[in-house]
């Protein structure tokens, strides 16, 4: 280590005379052989306490008058120095007098000629409680103090007068350590589980060791937090080795260091096992500082795998990723789900992730959950994206195995995810690259390049779902000023990919029908091909049933629960009005339409399916009036009741303070009819009063995609007239009745 004083040329000799020398040889070679950092510390202490007597003799006992008391402070005291560690020595004097800093400063001239590079302190007796109200860092170290020589006497009112300072003061100073290091781990973003660590000032690391044992004498009684066994043992190792490596006082535990420290230390094992267990120890400390700092109850542990019952309802929030840090914390996450182990401590080999494996997963498992109160514009704008709970379960579930793809599959078998939900973690699981990197420094105004995303995304949903995991992992990769830049771009690639998508809901249909569903050409031939890319083969039999079922009466309709919500299925010929007339219907039960999709095959057989929410509990407590929808929707697909009068007494009125509505019209999506995209508040009735907006004007509609995320309906509507586009002189005109429609005051 270079001395405080660069100018000094004895201190330098000094130093190089004790590295040369026998003892200090001997212990260095000890531990390399050993791996004993207690027996180094302990004679490195001893070797450091005989050059402090004889430089006490030399020059504090010879030339300062009245009796003194010189005491070894903080890891000296414990018999604990490190290799290049400042000894702490603390001169305790009943009264000052103007020689003391001469003194003093020679006291440690004579030690740093020694070779020993202290840290001196000259303080008096009536000063005693001034060191803790001003230096806390020193107040806490003093915690560990131990008489190297002096008077017996003035020792004695010494412990004394700073036994009862610290019973008056050691609450609040209690509370001033735990908030710096609160700050000095906020500047680590709060976590151990960096790629190269801070052994000593880094969360987990020797100085939250010391706070961890210094707060238990502090606050008796107050914490039950301990470190947890072997890590003191762990941690000082590590540091001797750090020291003795770089020649000086050095705690980074960088990439170099790790492969060197595990070559002598575990040799076969590989310097990222090695790492794992450094990071178990320095956890476990942190949690246990944590813990004692935050004093808060932990979550119950978790003692067996969870299956998707108990997974689902604590994935599907915005406190998803505290639940989960909460089972780290209590070393039960890998119990929840014993894949975790795969990450856990592991470094990543890409440089821009600086954190381990499984603490970027938590952090993009945050990033996610923050979205709901995300208040920068960059950001809320993803918000738009997330799904219903049982979709944003999975989407926490497919960020959990980001780093360990090839076992989700076989998790969410084990925990039971529903079939439906797998089919999605498949496909994010498979395209973990993310949006950002497959379209990473391609031009985004390039068909080709827009046509490549939409290909790998195949559903407006799936584009969502992938966008909002591309998110959640650049959030928790990267920081200012990278992230913004990053974000932006992720944004413009979901845009234009979602064009796309929509695009294809009109223009792209089926023409060649896969083998499996030969017998079903009938029926699938001109649907979009969204519908094979959107539905498993399962739902693709119930609705040729469906269809089979509506050739005899010309309608069939199908109500099913679906989760929280349920799942309407209506199968008809088309007519004028239909669309608008069935979310009227559904309207006038008091059921929220959350998404809805219709679609027309070439015999114009459509095939029109919304999921609503039944806040009011109609359906679920009067079963009869499931039958009810039924039969209503029966009765106006064959034209028998008119939609209009259900909502004619019905009030309209908008949201207070409803944020303006937007209207988009894209003429080029489609060669036979126009694309029109509405963002608007959601209310009871909107899809209908859009719809009856586009039958009032003589539009037809050929294609819908509808999906509201919270307070927001987000409608994708393909309308012609006449079997061609909108004339453009009309939109205008158009476009004011759907924002009055959307405000309420059509």
């Known amino acids: 280590m270079k001395p405080t004083n660069e100018g000094s040329l004895a201190a330098e000799r000094g130093r190089r005379e004790l590295e040369s020398g026998a003892e200090w040889q001997a212990i260095r070679e000890a531990f390399f052989a050993s791996g004993d950092a207690a027996a180094a510390q302990s004679a490195i202490t001893r070797m450091t306490e005989s050059a402090v007597a004889r430089a006490c003799e030399e020059t504090l006992e010879r030339w300062l008058p009245g009796p003194l008391a010189v005491y070894a402070v903080g890891g000296f005291a414990r018999g604990a120095l490190l290799p290049y560690a400042h000894p702490e020595i603390l001169v305790m004097r009943e009264s000052e007098r103007p020689a003391a800093g001469e003194s003093g400063a020679e006291f440690a001239a004579r030690l740093r000629?020694?070779?020993?590079?202290?840290?001196?302190?000259?303080?008096?007796?009536?000063?005693?409680?001034?060191?803790?109200?001003?230096?806390?860092?020193?107040?806490?170290?003093?915690?560990?103090?131990?008489?190297?020589?002096?008077?017996?006497?003035?020792?004695?009112?010494?412990?004394?007068?700073?036994?009862?300072?610290?019973?008056?003061?050691?609450?609040?100073?209690?509370?001033?350590?735990?908030?710096?290091?609160?700050?000095?781990?906020?500047?680590?973003?709060?976590?151990a589980s960096h790629r190269e660590p801070d052994v000593e000032d880094g969360p987990g690391g020797g100085r939250d060791l010391g706070l961890l044992m210094a707060l238990g004498r502090l606050v008796p009684g107050g914490i039950a937090a301990s470190a947890p066994a072997g890590a003191a043992e762990f941690l000082a190792r590590a540091l001797c080795y750090l020291h003795y490596r770089a020649g000086e006082e050095r705690s980074v535990l960088d990439l170099a260091a790790q492969q060197a420290i595990a070559a002598q230390f575990a040799p076969g094992m590989a310097p990222a096992e090695w790492m794992r267990e450094y990071f178990r120890h320095a956890r476990g400390v942190y949690f246990a500082l944590r813990r004692a700092i935050d004093d808060r109850a932990e979550e119950p542990p978790a003692q067996q795998a969870l299956g998707w019952a108990a997974l689902e309802p604590m994935l599907s929030t915005a406190q998803a990723g505290r639940a989960l840090r909460a089972l780290e914390s209590s070393a039960s996450l890998a119990a929840a789900i014993p894949e975790w182990t795969r990450i856990e401590g592991l470094v990543d080999a890409d440089p821009d992730r600086t954190l381990t494996l499984d603490e970027h997963t938590l952090r993009a498992v945050d990033a996610l959950g923050a979205l709901d109160g995300a208040e920068e514009a960059a950001h809320r704008r993803f918000a738009e994206l997330l799904p219903d709970a049982e979709g944003r379960a999975v989407l926490t579930f497919a960020l959990l195995f980001h780093h360990m793809g090839e076992a989700a599959a076989g998790a969410a078998a084990r925990t039971g995810m529903p079939a439906a939900a797998r089919e999605l973690l498949a496909f994010l699981v498979e395209s973990r690259a993310g949006l950002f990197e497959l379209l990473g420094g391609r031009d985004l105004d390039d068909p080709g390049t827009i046509r490549l995303a939409a290909d790998r995304a195949g559903t407006v949903e799936r584009l969502g779902a992938l966008t909002l995991t591309t998110y959640a992992d650049l959030c928790a990769t990267y920081r200012e000023p990278m992230l913004p830049w990053r974000l932006e771009q992720l944004w413009r690639a979901y845009q234009a990919t979602r064009r796309e998508l929509t695009r294809e809901l009109e223009s792209d249909r089926i023409e060649e029908i896969p083998e499996t569903l030969a017998e079903n050409r009938e029926f699938v031939t001109g649907f979009p091909t969204r519908y094979l890319r959107s539905r498993s083969a399962e739902e693709i039999r119930a609705h040729v049933r469906l269809f089979e079922q509506s050739r005899g009466t010309g309608v069939a309709v199908e109500l099913e629960a679906a989760g929280g919500a349920y799942r309407l299925t209506v199968v008809a010929q088309d007519k004028p009005g239909l669309f608008a007339s069935f979310a009227g219907a559904i309207s006038s039960f008091g059921l929220d339409i959350v998404q809805a999709e219709a679609f027309a095959n070439s015999?114009?057989?459509?095939?029109?399916?919304?999921?609503?929410?039944?806040?009011?509990?109609?359906?679920?407590?009067?079963?009869?009036?499931?039958?009810?929808?039924?039969?209503?929707?029966?009765?106006?697909?064959?034209?028998?009741?008119?939609?209009?009068?259900?909502?004619?007494?019905?009030?309209?009125?908008?949201?207070?303070?409803?944020?303006?509505?937007?209207?988009?019209?894209?003429?080029?999506?489609?060669?036979?009819?126009?694309?029109?995209?509405?963002?608007?508040?959601?209310?009871?009735g909107l899809l209908y009063s859009l719809a009856s907006v586009f039958a009032g004007n003589r539009c037809n509609i050929d294609t819908v995609l509808i999906d509201t995320k919270g307070r927001t309906a987000i409608d994708v509507f393909y309308v012609a007239r006449d079997g061609g586009k909108l004339p453009a002189e009309e939109q205008a005109g158009l476009e004011r009745q759907l924002i009055a429609a959307c405000l309420g005051t059509a």
């Open 113 to 191: 000629e020694r070779g020993v590079l202290p840290g001196v302190r000259i303080h008096t007796l009536a000063e005693c409680g001034m060191l803790l109200e001003r230096n806390p860092d020193l107040a806490r170290k003093l915690l560990d103090r131990r008489l190297l020589r002096g008077d017996g006497g003035l020792a004695a009112r010494f412990e004394r007068e700073l036994a009862g300072a610290f019973a008056q003061r050691g609450g609040a100073l209690a509370g001033r350590l735990a908030a710096e290091a609160v700050a000095r781990h906020a500047r680590s973003l709060d976590t």
């Open 603 to 684: 015999q114009g057989v459509i095939l029109d399916t919304f999921v609503v929410a039944d806040p009011k509990r109609t359906l679920s407590v009067n079963p009869p009036e499931a039958e009810r929808l039924r039969d209503l929707l029966g009765r106006i697909a064959l034209g028998k009741t008119d939609a209009r009068r259900l909502f004619r007494n019905r009030p309209q009125a908008a949201e207070k303070e409803a944020r303006p509505p937007r209207v988009q019209f894209d003429a080029e999506a489609c060669a036979t009819a126009t694309l029109v995209e509405i963002v608007a508040d959601d209310r009871p």
